[in-house]
């Protein structure tokens, strides 16, 4: 290609020629770049000047440019992250190297980084590999020797092999992000204190999806806990992939006042109210779907103060600010991975101080050693009489955890993250609503040992506007809830109407007087049909029969991954107890939903593998366990669990430890039945090498068998040279001659069904059939038993 160089009304413009096509452009864009012109003519060469390294990005860059653009096409969103953010990091070195500022020593480091990002990036990009030397220079193949280019290469390989099994839970695997928000400022002179509570909240189903983050914020205007200044930060865990798809996330933020009922009250009223005050809200899809990625930019949310408290603020508040001031200010970055992931990979962000607010819900996976067991709670509206007062009341709801002694479980509520447990949680109060509708919601997190003891509940008390007044208001109401059923199983998800008792407030306090009570109206009606009897007024209490319109509504949702609030599965968990209904458990197991078995996957597991261990003696569980091992496993291999092939893999590798279970499934005769009634050799990994039993239809397709050929293996010699099958290609390319022989004889074979006759004469050649692929089998075994040894003595040798 030729320039030229012209001037038109003092514009330089460059004219440009060759073979294909020409055209004119402004000179200014054009960068030329300084380089040597060797050979000069119709075959000249041109060397830039630029470090190869420089270059090598250059052609990095371009081509990697065009296979991202194709995996947005194809609407691949984890590896069109993952090239964009390689491709950003080479852009930002390319930059620093042609600056031509850097020391050597942080060029040559910048090197080493530079091309251990291509050679990993055209790796699983599928590009060819490229050797270098110890200093990462591309080698010459024409003055390499070729063993050097061998060793080399085979260097590289195992080296990028490492680091993409060190990037593939991040990336490849990754189905839980983070979102990281770091609170600023929050610009609003209340005059009092405040409780800033942060939430994510999905507009479309009118639901919050996470826990609070909750801030205190003093009157002062700084933080309640000067420590915490400038270091507000929180990140909300267990993101799935299925929330990075919702059409629309927001950030919700309310703010609830701490102090008097009224801003213009004074010394001599109540004060210590959690009153609301306002809330703000910031939509932040393109944030959570990727479209905006940086940590450093500050987003400012406008807030928005109750209608009832505008009159007040801005009459009784001092250094009232106009509307459009006030607001918060925070910075939001999403980050692949869970929490100890982000930790490690962001640890500029995410330190050990950083709070972390959960997902009110399980995240894609659920890792075994992740134990968890939160109970959410939210206050949902209410319905109170006034009695004898001329207004509405002004209810505040204490909640409080109890055994079944009444003793009070210290800090087991949870307002938000950043913040201790407290004993008891007060909700907010609102002024002369006979029918108040909080939505507030708190974490209950109790040891798994005393959750069948334990209780909520919930006492109901007039707050007075005056001081004198409120000390002598006593609790009006009660309720309560257990977190456990008679059956075993835990409470179940959802809404609760709660019954409102009254009486002696010594006796709401004792709880061996209200537990033996009905807690639910649903609870009372199932009590009361078959009796006949009325249970209202049992234990000196008086519900809500006398105030019919009093009522107390809440919700629950159980995240626990040792409770379940299924029957079934709850028999097969705690089988040792109920041993005389193993059989029925084991059956039931297959109707379980399987949403619920993969919450408890390794404790099923365990269950399922303790049973064969230490009820060996009766060979009916055999049968039973080994099916519902293979449904379990099938029903990971299907395409909406199959994210938890890696929870899989984690257990066989590093937890499965029932050593005592591979005699019983090897030895006894039960198995061999079992292995006909499936017609797989893959189940005996399932007992074995168990890892082979999860790549059942994987390892069928590659080997290209039909199923029903696996009922021929029936050889014990198999079982120990199976691994060896599927590590060495003369091994295979050995069972596949075997598998043709057999087929030989199967066209051989004058009956047309070998596996399923159609009468009773074709049994006949069905047995000597079967007799002649045993026969193969067993030569098989015996080869491959010679091939282990031989190799074996190689080794030695």
């Known amino acids: ?50 470090l190869p390294l420089g270059q090598e990005l250059t052609s990095t860059l371009r081509e990697w440019a065009v296979i991202w653009h194709k995996l947005y096409v194809d ?124 939430s994510l909240y999905d507009p479309d189903l009118s639901k919050f999806i996470s826990e609070n983050y909750l801030v205190r914020w003093g ?28 059409p629309k996330i927001s950030l919700v933020c309310q703010i609830v006042r701490v102090g008097h009922m009224e801003l213009k009250d004074g010394k001599k009223h109540t004060c210590g109210l959690r009153r609301p005050f306002g809330v703000a809200v910031m939509d932040i899809t393109d944030i959570i779907h990727g479209k905006v990625d940086d940590e450093e930019k500050q987003h400012f949310i406008p807030f928005h103060i109750a209608l009832n408290f ?53 995240p894609e996976i659920i890792l075994p050693g992740d134990v968890r067991n939160d109970i959410y709670v939210t206050l949902i509206q209410g319905e109170f009489d ?21 003793n009070l479980q210290e800090k087991a509520i949870h307002p938000g993250a950043g913040y201790e447990g407290v004993s008891e949680y007060k909700s907010v109060v609102y002024y002369q609503v006979k029918q108040p509708c909080w939505y507030e919601t708190v974490k209950v997190s109790i040891a798994i040992e005393e959750v069948s003891r334990c209780h909520l509940r919930f006492t109901f008390r007039h707050r007075s506007s005056q001081e004198s007044r409120d000390k002598s208001e006593r609790a009006f109401g009660m309720g309560f809830v257990k977190l456990m059923n008679a059956d075993g199983t835990t409470l179940q998800d959802g809404k609760h109407n709660l019954i409102v008792y009254k009486g002696d407030n010594k006796k709401m306090e004792d709880a061996k007087c209200y537990l033996t009570l009905p807690c639910t109206k649903t609870e009372i009606e199932e009590k009361e049909a078959p009796s006949g009897k009325n249970l209202h007024h049992l234990a000196n209490f008086t ?18 991954t040792k409770l379940t609030q299924n029957v079934d599965l709850l028999g097969l968990l705690n089988w040792r107890s109920n041993s005389q209904n193993i059989s029925h458990n084991l059956r039931k197991l297959m109707e379980v939903e399987g949403g619920e078995i993969v919450k408890f996957l390794q404790d099923t597991l365990d269950a399922l593998f303790n049973i064969m261990m230490e009820m060996s003696e ?30 899989l893999e984690t257990y066989i590798y590093k937890h499965f430890s029932a050593t005592l279970a591979y005699p019983d499934f090897l030895l006894k005769t039960g198995l061999m039945q079992s292995v006909c ?64 022989l057999m087929e030989l004889f199967c066209l051989a074979s004058t009956c047309p069904n070998l596996f399923n006759p159609p009468h009773p004469k074709s049994t006949l050649s069905r047995i000597k059939f079967e007799r002649v692929c045993i026969l193969c089998a067993t030569v098989l075994g015996v080869c491959l038993n010679a091939v282990t040894e031989s190799r074996t003595r190689t080794m030695r040798g």
Not at 98 to 113: F, I, R, V
């Open 219 to 246: 009157s002062n205007g700084m933080p309640k806990e000067i420590e915490k200044l400038n270091n507000l930060q929180a990140v909300f865990t267990d993101l799935s992939s299925s929330d990075l798809i919702r």
């Open 677 to 740: 009634i499936h017609l797989s050799l893959i189940t005996f990994e399932c007992f074995g090498l168990v890892l082979l039993l999860k790549d059942w239809w994987v390892g069928v397709a590659v080997m290209g068998i039909c199923r029903r050929q696996w009922k021929i293996l029936l050889s014990w010699y198999m079982v120990g040279a199976w691994k060896l099958m599927k590590e060495h290609k003369f091994v295979r390319n050995l069972v596949l001659w075997v598998l043709l």
């Open 386 to 406: 006034k009695g004898k007062k001329k207004t509405p009341k002004n209810v505040e709801v204490t909640m409080s955890v109890h055994d079944e002694d009444g």
């Open 543 to 560: 519900p809500t029969k006398d105030s019919t319109k009093d009522s107390f509504q809440i919700a629950t949702l159980i995240c626990s």
């Open 618 to 647: 009766n060979e009916t569980y055999d049968f039973l366990v080994f099916d519902a091992l293979v449904f379990i496993i099938s029903l990971i291999g299907d395409i909406k669990f199959q994210h938890f092939n890696p929870v």
């Open 310 to 362: 505008m009159f007040s603020y801005f009459f009784f508040s001092k250094g009232v600010l106009p509307f459009f001031f006030l607001g918060l200010w925070v910075s939001l970055k999403l980050l692949p991975g869970d929490l100890a992931q982000v930790q490690k990979d962001f640890s500029h962000l995410v330190d050990r101080s950083t709070a972390v607010a959960r997902k009110m819900g399980f």
């Open 75 to 198: 609407n691949k969103t984890t590896q069109f992250r993952h090239v964009q953010q390689m491709t950003y990091s080479l852009i930002e070195w390319r930059s620093q190297i042609l600056s031509g500022t850097l020391p050597k020593d942080e060029l040559a480091e910048l090197k080493k980084k530079v091309t251990a990002k291509i050679d990993y990036g055209n790796r699983i990009l599928g590009l060819d590999l490229v050797v270098r030397d110890d200093n990462g220079n591309i080698l010459d193949p024409d003055e390499t020797s070729t063993i050097s280019l061998f060793k080399s290469h085979e260097t590289a390989s195992k080296r990028i092999e490492e680091r993409i099994q060190e990037e593939k839970p991040i990336f490849n695997t990754t189905h839980t992000y983070s979102l990281y928000v770091n609170f600023k400022n929050f610009v609003c002179n209340i005059g009092e204190d405040a409780e800033l509570l942060m």
């Open 1 to 50: 290609m030729h320039f030229y160089r012209v001037i038109s009304y003092g514009v330089v413009y460059l004219f440009y020629f060759c073979i294909d096509f020409q055209g004119i452009f402004p000179e200014t864009y054009i960068h030329l770049k300084e380089a040597i012109v060797k050979d000069r003519g119709q075959h000249e060469t041109v060397i830039p000047s630029e």
